[in-house]
């Protein structure tokens, strides 16, 4: 199975799906990330941008390592993705082709970050397109399951989920330790990284909970068509133990 995971900030990768992730890749998957900015507006004080963009390419190289997916950087201006939808979605498209992914995980279109809220609008419709013959290529193909994950750690946006991957200790480890990399997350926040690690572990007991199991990942399925019997399959491995 492989498996794209298209998210606007490095951080959010770890935050929506570092579980999943690694207990896909501990099963033989393939993950690829593709990141649509490297956080330039993510500073504060006597940082500059620059020196922001260095430090956020040295914690997803971190994080890229501990979980063991490979990258992709789209080089998008952070909090303008919504500018020109039309181009990101042929970036998007083309990164689809490149990847052939089965499954995709992107953002929740609900989530209260402009970026996170502008991919999961587009990334469905990007995947519908990247199927059909439009811009240019030698390649058609669309994944057959698209889901999207949560990443709102105040836990201040309704997350209606519909289905959860079962995760382990050892997954939940993996995703704590990764998240710890990006150490700056909590000034941008307002936060203990502390408080920050441990609303992780919450959520993620409550998510197990909600299917009989000790720990999960919520996600929301988002096809923009209706989903297929291959799709229905797919779901069933990415979301078991």
Same mark, same amino acid.
């Not at 992914?101 to 809220?117: L, S």
């Not at 995947?127 to 105040?154: M, P, R, T």
């Not at 609303?199 to 720990?215: E, F, N, S, T, Y």
């Given at each position: 199975?492989?498996?794209?995971?298209?998210v606007?900030?490095?951080?959010?990768?770890?935050?929506?799906?570092?579980?999943?992730?690694?207990?896909?890749?501990?099963?033989?998957?393939k993950?690829?990330?593709?990141?649509?900015?490297?956080?330039?507006?993510?500073?504060?004080g006597?940082e500059?941008?620059?020196?922001?963009?260095?430090r956020?390419?040295?914690?997803?190289?971190?994080?890229?390592?501990?979980?063991?997916?490979s990258?992709s950087?789209?080089?998008?201006?952070?909090?303008?993705?919504?500018?020109?939808?039309?181009?990101?979605?042929k970036?998007?498209?083309?990164?689809?082709?490149?990847?052939?992914?089965?499954?995709?995980?992107?953002?929740?279109?609900?989530?209260?970050?402009?970026?996170? =809220?502008?991919? !999961?609008?587009?990334?469905? #419709? %990007?995947?519908?397109?990247?199927?059909c013959?439009?811009? &240019?290529? /030698?390649?058609?193909?669309?994944?057959?399951?698209?889901v999207?994950?949560e990443?709102?750690?105040?836990?201040s946006t309704?997350?209606?989920?519909q289905?959860?991957?079962?995760?382990?200790?050892?997954?939940?480890?993996?995703?704590?330790?990764?998240?710890?990399?990006?150490?700056?997350?909590?000034?941008?926040?307002n936060?203990?990284?502390?408080?920050?690690t441990?609303?992780?572990?919450?959520?993620?007991?409550?998510?197990? =909970?909600?299917? !009989?199991?000790?720990?999960? #990942? %919520?996600?929301?399925?988002?096809?923009?068509?209706?989903? &297929?019997? /291959?799709?229905?399959?797919?779901?069933g491995?990415?979301?078991?133990?």
């Amino acid at each position: 199975m492989k498996i794209l995971v298209i998210v606007a900030h490095p951080d959010d990768e770890v935050i929506i799906c570092g579980g999943t992730i690694n207990k896909l890749i501990k099963h033989g998957h393939k993950v690829h990330v593709v990141y649509c900015t490297l956080n330039q507006e993510a500073y504060f004080g006597r940082e500059t941008s620059e020196g922001r963009v260095i430090r956020t390419k040295n914690e997803l190289k971190k994080s890229a390592k501990l979980l063991g997916f490979s990258y992709s950087l789209l080089g998008f201006e952070d909090m303008y993705l919504q500018k020109d939808k039309g181009l990101l979605i042929k970036t998007l498209i083309k990164e689809i082709r490149t990847t052939c992914p089965d499954v995709i995980i992107t953002h929740f279109k609900g989530d209260k970050h402009i970026d996170h =809220r502008t991919l !999961g609008e587009i990334v469905p #419709e %990007a995947n519908f397109q990247s199927g059909c013959n439009l811009c &240019g290529g /030698d390649i058609v193909w669309s994944a057959k399951l698209i889901v999207q994950g949560e990443v709102d750690l105040e836990m201040s946006t309704p997350f209606d989920f519909q289905v959860v991957s079962s995760i382990s200790e050892e997954n939940l480890k993996t995703k704590l330790n990764a998240f710890k990399v990006y150490e700056s997350i909590k000034s941008e926040h307002n936060s203990d990284q502390t408080w920050l690690t441990n609303k992780l572990k919450w959520v993620a007991a409550l998510r197990g =909970r909600a299917i !009989g199991a000790r720990l999960g #990942e %919520a996600f929301i399925i988002n096809n923009y068509k209706p989903i &297929g019997p /291959d799709g229905i399959k797919l779901a069933g491995d990415f979301l078991g133990e």
